[in-house]
């Protein structure tokens, strides 16, 4: 029989790992939550991205065999019913998961219920949040069964995070990273800011640099400090949790950093969180954590090599990232087989910054002569409306508009945008703020390019603008007007 040795108590994760799977529950529940008020619009029978039309697609293509290319439960059925069982199914895993009803069950239940939602989700959840959480969650399924590996592969997780974020600034270039001046620009361009931004992009320059500084070093630097002894982890620690929480002060990131913020426990051993969580609360959790797996045993050694695969293969990821070397073929292949499973990602936060922010305003026309706006409920359009403090709900169709100016690869997303509107499909109109035309669709569709900036402080304190915008003409890959039916001419 092996022999089990604990480490000693002062190093022990028991109740660091109960408190992190409290936690995921609510990450897990908020992140369906927010998909689950969306999905229909975006993906459902009506919405902007039919998931049912890309799995005919697939089916028809390669019959079930594209299941592994696009690995979601919606493959039995993409119905509109059957998105919003699967984000019901979420929240209720994701309350079981919290009170410690069959936690590992839960846990795989919702890893493969969020997976499902990912692929679903397409373009509109590609986000490094939504990775994160993946990556998290399978993860979690390990410590929940007491595997130490789990441990290793969270910290893991949380390094690389950090780490290759802040590497990649560096890497590429950008001289807004290079010069210390990217704050200058990122509480204006980011792209959904809220009005702590507007309060933060008034800071003086040199302040402002001095984050730029801070943001590299505590992004490359301080995630070293997640395997080095107590004495720099717990400085460390302090100033990742500083970051996150200056980011929340400024930034809407859906649940990036409330997740990066939970994974920092890891930074920590139990005696930290006895010193200042009650003792009933204490032996609570405690209770709630499963006993460590034998080295030894079957799923001690399962987790041992699941561990030992996503590491090698996130140092392949890595090494591929910042160096011109490339794995082998069978390396490539593996790695290829593994990414529909989220299981290992490349994360890059912001490598490159805008430096001006570029918005587009839709608006309808019954007569081609006056233009009504569509106003979205999240991102800059009207200049007097207040920029809100949304953490950790994600408005995705918000979110993709503010890449769709200078990316072509979003033109098409945006056309079938376009297209709902002049069908007033309810789920698409649904995620906006309101609908100009109530009682029937316009016959005209226009995109206008504006240039977005901050309004300074005395603009603001006398009309109550967040916002100035410069109209910059049509967007210019849709010039004119779009005609709601082909044919239609005045």
């Not at 990122?186 to 003086?204: C, I, K, N, R």
């Not at 929480?245 to 930290?272: K, P, Q, Y």
């Not at 695969?309 to 890595?318: E, G, K, P, R, Y």
């Not at 901050?454 to 603008?465: K, S």
């Amino acid at each position: 029989m092996p022999v089990l040795t604990l480490p000693p108590p002062g190093e022990r994760h028991e109740l660091i790992s109960s408190v992190f799977l409290r936690l995921l529950a609510l990450i897990y529940l908020a992140a369906f939550v927010s998909a689950g008020v969306q999905i229909i619009g975006l993906v459902g029978s009506h919405g902007i991205l039919p998931i049912a039309e890309r799995i005919a697609t697939l089916r028809a293509g390669s019959g079930w065999e594209g299941f592994w290319s696009l690995p979601t439960l919606l493959w039995l059925d993409a119905g509109d019913d059957a998105l919003f069982a699967v984000v019901l199914a979420g929240c209720v895993f994701s309350v079981a998961l919290f009170v410690n009803l069959w936690p590992r069950i839960s846990l795989v239940a919702l890893f493969v219920l969020y997976l499902s939602l990912f692929h679903a989700g397409q373009i509109f959840m590609n986000f490094q949040w939504h990775y994160l959480l993946l990556e998290s969650g399978f993860a979690a399924i390990f410590l929940a069964g007491g595997a130490r590996p789990g441990l290793w592969l969270l910290k893991w997780a949380l390094f690389r995070v950090r780490f290759m974020s802040g590497l990649s600034k560096l890497a590429s270039g950008d001289p807004t990273w290079a010069g210390l001046t990217a704050l200058n620009y990122f509480f204006e361009v980011q792209p959904l800011p809220h009005w702590g931004g507007w309060y933060a992009a008034q800071l003086p320059e040199w302040m402002l640099r001095l984050g730029t500084g801070a943001t590299l070093f505590i992004e490359i630097l301080v995630p070293l400090t997640l395997f080095m002894p107590r004495w720099a982890r717990l400085p460390g620690a302090w100033l990742t949790i500083l970051m996150q929480v200056l980011i929340l002060m400024t930034s809407n990131h859906a649940f990036l950093n409330l997740l990066v913020l939970v994974l920092c426990l890891f930074f920590f051993e139990d005696r930290d969180l006895r010193r200042v969580l009650p003792k009933p609360l204490t032996r609570w959790l405690t209770g709630m954590q499963p006993p460590p797996v034998l080295r030894r045993s079957p799923g001690g050694l399962l987790a041992l090599a699941v561990a030992v695969l996503l590491i090698a293969v996130s140092l392949v990821q890595m090494a591929e990232m910042f160096t011109p070397w490339r794995s082998p073929q069978p390396v490539a292949l593996l790695t290829r087989h593994l990414r529909p499973f989220q299981l290992v990602h490349r994360y890059h936060v912001f490598p490159t910054m805008k430096t001006e922010r570029l918005e587009l305003i839709i608006e309808g026309s019954e007569d081609g002569v006056e233009w009504r706006a569509y106003e979205f409920r999240y991102k800059p359009g009207d200049v007097y409306r207040k920029p809100e403090f949304i953490v950790p709900h994600h408005p995705q169709l918000d979110w993709i508009m503010w890449f769709v100016p200078e990316q072509p690869f979003f033109l098409p997303l945006l056309e079938r945008f376009l297209y709902r509107l002049l069908e007033n499909s309810a789920p698409v109109l649904d995620l906006l703020e309101d609908n100009p035309f109530p009682d029937r669709p316009p016959r005209y569709l226009r995109v206008e390019l504006y240039r977005y900036r901050f309004a300074d402080p005395e603009t603001h304190a006398a009309t109550g603008q967040w916002w100035q915008r410069e109209y910059l003409g049509p967007f210019s890959p849709l010039p004119g007007l779009m005609l709601k039916k082909q044919g239609t001419s005045d």
